[in-house]
């Protein structure tokens, strides 16, 4: 059982969609990685940071999910980040109606001792300045996967690509990985972004699935099929939290086993979007992600016998 | 061995995506349809109609691949049909340029004696009035398909809803699954959908796969993600005549056996699209579709043991 090294935001949210709306609450990259990948009971830690108006409530969530706190920074006077943003009817596009930096904007990240040697580095979506400092403080992690948005893609290019050279793995959507190689076609596209430096591409296509590539080869993961989906919020941040959560507790960092990693990021961020904001990931149990594993089971395994 | 019967659209098609433009080629929904289903080596009869302008080779070519054109009415110093259409970048949409109905306007359909006992009927997407007709000749079939689109949800919604009521399964985009259903959800879309008629509703999402529903089953296939799609005309017809024609060879009708005829459609689909027209089906054998269906038991069969 490895050690998952966790950096992301942890901030207030407030969010609207056609089935209501939130006043601030609980939401952040990292808050809804590190609580996807406690369903694996891994020994995981968050580097984050937050000001002095955030609830010691939501701090004791993520301890009681055996989410290590020690790396996230409190700053005195400060204000945590808050992002707000309103889902349209299709629920695949969203406006951001408000972005507060807050203390993030001077976040200097500090790695714990206990996480320098972590093997598997889950890097959240932020700015790749943040990222990269993350990197220069482990020790011979066994995996870095990276976590990006087209909105570092228009802002800090550059900084980004040295990000992207020194991770394993790089998750990203669809219309990002057309951004980031100039390349219409994914499979075309997963290529150029491997020669950037990452040996792993994930292709993440929000409803329509998550796709994997390696050299020539190629994996896809459906996203279950739900009867609604009422806030997407957080379910890329549950994806990463499941894929590297995975990865972490099995040690197995082979294609093989990253296939059953994007299915269990798959399988996490299903549950994400059945409810608003992180609701739905505090109560969930092991047996409840076990039986959504055979939904995906039954969902995509086929038996054809030639003849 | 079963027996299939496909009506629908012989034509000519015009086409222009971003790789390039063609003069007036074969096309129509029944010609893409036997292409696929011939690669089952089933016995397969067309009803169609085309006018005195339309090649000998293009009829010849159809029994060449073991489709039989007896139903194929050839209406003496009539015009064939006329379909014209531009693709847009995405290769997602298109604008339909031209659209001459030309015999097709008149067009009332005999199914020959030797189809009228066919195990399984592949109603091409045409008007509902003409799928109607095919029903009514048929004596006790096994298993009826249905293709149509949202042009006839327009146009001839009453009429359509009939021939809804008397199929086994339907195979439909996800928007038109959405227009018919009034339900965004494709799992409600689905449900709303089964409760007209249909046993198995398909929805076919394009690029990002198909899903087959059935009570409170599910199964998804996911497109082949490509290097570069050519051209997606007849991608949906090619799909139906594989889903149809693997069942047709088969004669299994359950779920489980659905499930390989959508990995088949899939499958045939995958290649429809890399050429112009139906450039790709006259050539392609055997040997490149197993091949393929082991590209998609790679792109999809995973195996997780819980700990």
């Known amino acids: 059982m490895g050690k998952l090294l966790i950096v992301g935001t942890v901030a207030f949210d407030a969010i609207e969609t056609p089935f209501g709306k939130t006043d601030k609450i609980l939401g952040g990259a990292a808050t809804y990685i590190g609580l996807s990948a406690s369903n694996f009971g891994i020994d995981s830690g968050v580097v984050s940071v937050v000001g002095e108006d955030f609830p010691q409530e939501h701090l004791d969530l993520l301890t009681e999910h055996n989410v290590n706190i020690?790396?996230?920074?409190?700053?005195?006077?400060?204000?945590?980040?808050?992002?707000?943003?309103?889902?349209?009817n299709d629920m695949n596009s969203r406006d951001t109606l408000v972005t507060e930096?807050?203390?993030?904007?001077?976040?200097?990240?500090?790695?714990?001792?206990?996480?320098?040697?972590?093997?598997?580095?889950?890097?959240?979506?932020?700015?790749?300045?943040?990222?990269?400092?993350?990197?220069?403080?482990?020790k011979?992690?066994?995996?870095?996967?990276?976590?990006?948005?087209?909105f570092w893609m228009d802002s800090a290019l550059e900084e980004l690509k040295q990000v992207i050279a020194k991770v394993d793995v790089i998750t990203i959507n669809d219309e990002?990985?057309?951004?980031?190689?100039?390349?219409?076609?994914?499979?075309?596209?997963?290529?150029?972004?491997?020669?950037?430096?990452?040996?792993?591409?994930?292709i993440k296509k929000g409803e329509h699935g998550a796709l994997l590539f390696h050299d020539d080869k190629m994996f896809f993961a459906p996203a279950l099929p739900l009867e609604e989906v009422f806030d997407p919020t957080g379910a890329g941040d549950t994806f990463a939290g499941g894929f590297s959560g995975y990865l972490a507790k099995t040690e197995d960092y082979s294609f093989k086993n990253m296939k059953n990693a994007i299915i269990y990021g798959s399988n996490l961020a299903s549950f994400c979007v059945e409810k608003f904001g992180t609701e739905r990931m505090e109560s969930l149990d092991k047996k409840e992600v076990e039986e959504r594993l055979e939904q995906f089971k039954k969902l995509t395994q086929f038996k054809i016998e030639l003849s």
Chains 1, 2 share one sequence.
């Open 70 to 88: 020690d790396g996230i920074e409190i700053v005195k006077g400060g204000k945590t980040f808050f992002w707000s943003g309103k889902y349209h």
């Open 176 to 202: 990002e990985a057309r951004q980031l190689s100039g390349e219409y076609s994914l499979v075309k596209a997963a290529r150029e972004i491997e020669k950037m430096g990452p040996k792993y591409v994930v």
């Open 101 to 138: 930096l807050n203390v993030l904007a001077d976040f200097d990240p500090v790695v714990p001792a206990a996480y320098q040697n972590a093997d598997v580095v889950m890097l959240g979506n932020l700015h790749p300045f943040v990222q990269m400092r993350v990197i220069e403080q482990v």
């Open 140 to 150: 011979n992690p066994k995996l870095i996967v990276l976590d990006t948005m087209n």
